[in-house]
């Protein structure tokens, strides 16, 4: 015999819904964070889990252990998509930052423009890496973005700082 279907809400009252939220939202948060979402995009995915359980209510458990196991399943379908549709962002690295990495080695004197200048001389995926890796991402999310391994990353990194070491000798 089929289990009793389990029972779903049958209060859409805003206060009743506020409560679902407070509950869950710092949990859907950690699960997007763990899944490699990052700054304002985690708010921006929490809200939009949220906004599709308020349109979804009548499918929401009411049993609050149940609930956990939704907002997850929600959540990381959120996830998935956000890294689907950011996977080729890649950002460019200001050059101020790029000039203090090679200030010690050329002075402080026009480094910027001597710093973009050095990085647009290397290969696409040097570049690509190196300019991700002076702005903070990991090795991991960098072979996210770019869609390579970790060590594939980890090597073209390692390229590009010994090609800009040679180029500025």
């Known amino acids: 015999m089929h ?3 389990e029972e779903v809400l049958s209060s859409k009252s805003e ?3 506020a409560a679902i939220v407070r509950e869950h939202r710092g949990f859907v948060r950690g699960v997007l964070r763990r899944r490699g979402v990052r700054g304002a995009d985690v708010d921006d995915l929490t809200q939009n889990t949220f906004v599709i359980a308020w349109e979804r209510q009548n499918e929401l458990p009411r049993k609050r252990s149940k609930q956990r196991k939704w907002f997850a399943g929600v959540a990381f379908r959120m996830a998935q ?3 689907r549709s950011n996977w080729h962002r890649v950002e460019l690295v200001d050059p101020l930052k790029l000039g203090k990495m090679f200030a010690p ?4 004197i026009e480094a910027r423009a001597i710093a973009a200048a050095l990085v647009e001389r290397l290969p696409r995926l040097q570049r690509d890496v190196a300019c991700l890796r002076l702005q903070g ?3 991991s999310e960098i072979a996210s ?3 390579i391994s970790r ?3 980890f090597t073209h990194w390692q390229k ?3 090609a800009l070491k040679e180029i500025v000798r």
Do not use: C, P, V, Y
């Open 15 to 17: 206060a009743d819904f």
């Open 151 to 153: 060590s594939m990353a």
């Open 105 to 108: 080695l050329i002075g402080d």
């Open 3 to 5: 289990a009793a279907k």
């Open 160 to 162: 590009a700082q010994t």
């Open 137 to 139: 991402f990991s090795f």
């Open 145 to 147: 973005k770019l869609e």
């Open 81 to 83: 998509n956000w890294h």
